[in-house]
């Protein structure tokens, strides 16, 4: 027995422990905790912050300027770096800490692993309160940490030094779990980090936790292999675990052999490169023509690695044949059983190989017909895209499908595009053309205002070879511009494409669908009347990126905006295309929706609006149904 102690503080300990973690999957090493984001206050400046002095070669560290930021900038490697790596995040207590919620509560909805280490106030309470404390008169034991329990995979506080030996060990266990990741929060009280302790040498010994395939069941497997030879219109549904598991090869064998059509989700694009012949493009509320079509009259849905959002099940009004059925394939049981499906709980690669053989000795294939029809069908598509990016007059203001148009004739499969919230999520959705699996990344499980510019920093450190691309509305620019400065400071060539239409363009057009008139979605000056209906709010975000230290390009066209981006996409340090869109609805622009999304309408008004937009609701919702 290996009785050898090393004396450290907890916080020393914990980075030491933190830098001799590694994962594996397919014979593929990976480190852990690549780095660690902070900010300093007393909660964690004398714990953790000393801790990375003293481990600085063990342990890269980089600075960040807001602590929400710093989680999307480790959320956004963690995802490049297909979930088998990521940062660590640590802060002061406090206002510090609660800042990470918002962070954790993404990486949590997206099943992407990243470690919080917030401050916490004293374990010993020699002064209580003490700065930044939130008092609980009913619960001593209670602190601002505890807002993060609902949004953390696993949570602990620490109050004592040896009590870091098993929640270090849980914590990367959760991390490291293709079922259970996501956000995991170390709570540190600001004493406990700076005890000393005796720690025992085997909780510093290199560990490597490997990422299992789990295999389907074989009783399960043979359902579904019925499930899909009985099938006359199946239609599958790619999420996002399909781009975790790494399964995008299996994936296209199940297609080839079989025909069977790949739709998918704001998290699965690019499951499928945009070209396969069975590829038909986005699905749901913000998917395609083709897509919604075939989803309507599917009778066999099978869902690889989703978890049928509302977006992608149109809120339940989407799959229509009186007849569908569902088959799951998911890491998780939850998943899995969504919708009444048939499960078959496996790892999405190991998954799809299975089904893909089980159904090899039949040579199962759909009709011919059905091909034809959805190959015929996307066609149809295609050249909606095309009139959608088409710019005939090369010296008019450019729209927002234009300025997608131009981005995609000029990248390459290198490029990766990153986008959350706004009206772009739908736009790319629909248009976009994803030429490689991870040039996709559109955040839309909690569609995050402010995700883009910190996850593009992440990206690029997890892919530095590549063009990184950052596509944000002028209102997420001013929900999170602070980590330009960061991307300035590392020197890091992202690029960024500021698209100013004044205002919540997208809450825009919905406010004025479900009957609230627009109300607080222009960036308008107050007008005499006391609302919000004067002129554009006189701002210069492309001033204030240049202030924060990018190189900036304004296009003004659509010839200027394509020279931009050309000059964007070769230039060696961080740059900011920035172009004021056109939005007259006499233009054309990209189709319209093509499925439903449920946003309830106030059940009385006396406002026309609202009255007109409550009928629409009426009819609409009158096509919902359970699954069962």
Same mark, same amino acid.
């Given at each position: 027995?290996?009785?050898?102690?090393?004396?450290?503080?907890?916080?020393?300990?914990?980075?030491?422990?933190?830098?001799?973690?590694?994962?594996?999957?397919?014979?593929?090493?990976?480190?852990?905790?690549?780095?660690?984001?902070?900010?300093?206050?007393?909660?964690?400046?004398?714990?953790?912050?000393?801790?990375?002095?003293?481990?600085?070669?063990?342990?890269?560290?980089?600075?960040?300027?807001?602590?929400?930021?710093?989680?999307?900038?480790?959320?956004?490697?963690?995802?490049?770096?297909?979930?088998?790596?990521?940062?660590?995040?640590?802060?002061?207590?406090?206002? #510090?800490?609660?800042?990470?919620?918002?962070?954790?509560?993404?990486?949590?909805?997206?099943?992407?692993?990243?470690? /919080?280490?917030?401050?916490?106030?004293?374990?010993?309470?020699?002064?209580?309160?003490?700065?930044?404390?939130? $008092?609980?008169?009913?619960?001593?034991?209670?602190?601002?940490?505890?807002?993060?329990? @609902?949004?953390?995979?696993?949570?602990?506080?620490?109050?004592?030094? $040896?009590?870091?030996? @098993?929640?270090?060990?849980?914590?990367?266990?959760?991390?490291?779990?293709?079922? #259970?990741?996501?956000?995991?929060?170390?709570?540190?009280?600001?004493?406990?980090?700076?005890?000393?302790?005796?720690?025992?040498?085997?909780?510093?010994?290199?560990?490597?936790?490997?990422?299992? &395939?789990?295999?389907?069941?074989?009783?399960?497997?043979?359902?579904?292999?019925?499930?899909?030879?009985?099938?006359?219109?199946?239609?599958?549904?790619?999420?996002?675990?399909?781009?975790?598991?790494?399964? $995008?090869?299996?994936?296209?064998?199940?297609?080839?052999?079989?025909?069977?059509?790949?739709?998918?989700?704001?998290?699965?694009?690019?499951?499928?490169?945009?070209?396969?012949?069975?590829?038909?493009?986005?699905?749901?509320?913000?998917?395609?023509?083709?897509?919604?079509?075939?989803?309507?009259?599917?009778?066999?849905?099978?869902?690889?690695?989703?978890?049928?959002?509302?977006?992608?099940?149109?809120?339940?009004?989407?799959?229509?044949?009186?007849?569908?059925?569902?088959?799951?394939?998911?890491?998780?049981?939850?998943?899995?059983?969504? /919708?009444?499906?048939?499960?078959?709980?496996?790892?999405?690669?190991?998954?799809?190989?299975?089904?893909?053989?089980?159904?090899?000795?039949?040579?199962?294939?759909?009709?011919?017909?059905?091909?034809?029809?959805?190959? $015929?069908?996307?066609?149809?598509?295609?050249?909606?895209?095309?009139?959608?990016?088409?710019?005939?007059?090369?010296?008019?203001?450019?729209?927002?499908?234009?300025?997608?148009?131009?981005?995609?004739?000029?990248?390459?499969?290198?490029?990766?595009?990153?986008?959350? !919230?706004?009206?772009?999520?739908?736009?790319?959705?629909? /248009?976009?053309? !994803?030429?490689?699996?991870?040039?996709?990344?559109?955040?839309?499980?909690?569609?995050?205002?402010?995700?883009?510019?910190?996850?593009?920093?992440?990206?690029?450190?997890?892919?530095?070879?590549?063009?990184?691309?950052?596509?944000?509305?002028?209102?997420?620019?001013?929900?999170?511009?602070?980590?330009?400065?960061?991307?300035?400071?590392?020197? /890091?060539?992202?690029?960024?494409?500021?698209?100013?239409?004044?205002?919540?363009?997208?809450?825009? #057009?919905?406010?004025?669908?479900?009957?609230?008139?627009?109300?607080?979605?222009?960036?308008?000056?107050?007008?005499?009347?006391?609302?919000?209906?004067?002129?554009?709010?006189?701002?210069?975000?492309?001033?204030?990126?240049?202030?924060?230290?990018?190189?900036?390009?304004?296009?003004?066209?659509?010839?200027?905006?394509?020279?931009?981006?050309?000059?964007?996409?070769?230039?060696?340090?961080?740059?900011?295309?920035?172009?004021?869109?056109?939005?007259?609805?006499?233009?054309?622009?990209?189709?319209?929706?093509?499925?439903?999304?449920?946003?309830?309408?106030?059940?009385?008004?006396?406002?026309?609006?609202?009255?007109?937009?409550?009928?629409?609701?009426? &009819?609409?919702?009158?096509?919902?149904?359970?699954?069962?």
């Amino acid at each position: 027995m290996n009785t050898r102690t090393r004396r450290l503080t907890t916080a020393q300990a914990l980075v030491a422990f933190l830098a001799r973690q590694y994962t594996e999957r397919d014979g593929r090493r990976s480190r852990l905790i690549a780095a660690t984001w902070g900010i300093f206050g007393h909660g964690n400046v004398a714990g953790i912050g000393q801790a990375l002095v003293e481990s600085a070669a063990a342990m890269p560290y980089l600075q960040g300027r807001n602590e929400q930021a710093m989680v999307h900038a480790a959320v956004g490697y963690a995802r490049q770096s297909g979930r088998l790596s990521t940062h660590a995040v640590t802060t002061s207590i406090g206002p #510090g800490a609660t800042n990470l919620v918002t962070g954790a509560a993404l990486a949590t909805v997206n099943h992407l692993p990243v470690l /919080l280490l917030p401050g916490d106030t004293f374990a010993t309470r020699p002064a209580d309160p003490v700065l930044q404390q939130l $008092e609980v008169p009913a619960a001593g034991d209670v602190t601002v940490n505890d807002c993060l329990r @609902p949004v953390s995979r696993y949570f602990d506080r620490i109050t004592r030094p $040896e009590a870091l030996v @098993p929640a270090a060990l849980q914590a990367v266990r959760t991390l490291t779990d293709p079922a #259970g990741t996501g956000a995991v929060t170390l709570a540190l009280p600001q004493d406990v980090q700076a005890q000393a302790y005796d720690w025992p040498e085997e909780f510093f010994a290199e560990r490597v936790w490997y990422v299992r &395939r789990p295999a389907p069941d074989p009783y399960e497997l043979d359902r579904a292999v019925r499930a899909v030879r009985a099938a006359r219109r199946p239609l599958l549904v790619a999420g996002g675990g399909v781009h975790h598991s790494a399964a $995008e090869e299996a994936l296209a064998a199940l297609a080839d052999a079989t025909g069977i059509p790949v739709a998918t989700t704001q998290a699965g694009k690019g499951a499928l490169r945009h070209d396969h012949p069975a590829e038909v493009g986005g699905i749901g509320h913000t998917g395609t023509a083709t897509a919604d079509a075939l989803a309507r009259t599917a009778d066999l849905v099978i869902g690889v690695g989703t978890r049928y959002s509302d977006f992608t099940t149109a809120s339940a009004t989407l799959f229509a044949h009186p007849d569908v059925r569902f088959l799951n394939l998911s890491i998780t049981g939850f998943d899995a059983h969504k /919708l009444g499906a048939l499960p078959l709980v496996a790892d999405a690669r190991t998954a799809l190989e299975a089904l893909t053989a089980a159904l090899a000795p039949t040579g199962h294939r759909v009709a011919p017909a059905y091909v034809r029809e959805y190959t $015929e069908a996307k066609a149809a598509w295609e050249r909606c895209v095309t009139a959608a990016f088409d710019a005939p007059d090369p010296a008019a203001r450019p729209t927002q499908a234009q300025v997608i148009g131009a981005l995609d004739g000029l990248v390459t499969d290198d490029d990766i595009l990153i986008n959350a !919230a706004g009206s772009l999520p739908g736009d790319l959705h629909r /248009l976009w053309r !994803a030429r490689s699996p991870h040039q996709y990344h559109v955040e839309y499980g909690y569609s995050c205002m402010g995700y883009e510019i910190p996850a593009a920093i992440g990206v690029r450190l997890a892919a530095p070879d590549r063009p990184v691309w950052a596509l944000v509305g002028d209102g997420t620019y001013l929900m999170n511009p602070t980590e330009i400065v960061t991307a300035v400071q590392l020197g /890091l060539p992202v690029k960024l494409v500021v698209l100013q239409n004044h205002g919540y363009a997208s809450i825009g #057009g919905l406010s004025a669908q479900v009957g609230a008139e627009r109300l607080g979605t222009a960036y308008r000056l107050r007008a005499p009347d006391g609302t919000f209906t004067g002129p554009p709010l006189p701002v210069d975000l492309a001033a204030n990126a240049a202030s924060l230290g990018m190189r900036v390009l304004r296009a003004e066209t659509v010839r200027d905006l394509r020279e931009a981006l050309a000059e964007a996409r070769s230039s060696d340090r961080p740059t900011c295309v920035y172009v004021e869109t056109e939005t007259a609805d006499t233009l054309s622009g990209p189709p319209p929706a093509q499925a439903w999304w449920d946003v309830p309408v106030a059940e009385t008004a006396t406002r026309p609006s609202a009255l007109k937009a409550r009928e629409e609701y009426d &009819r609409h919702v009158a096509d919902r149904r359970h699954h069962l």
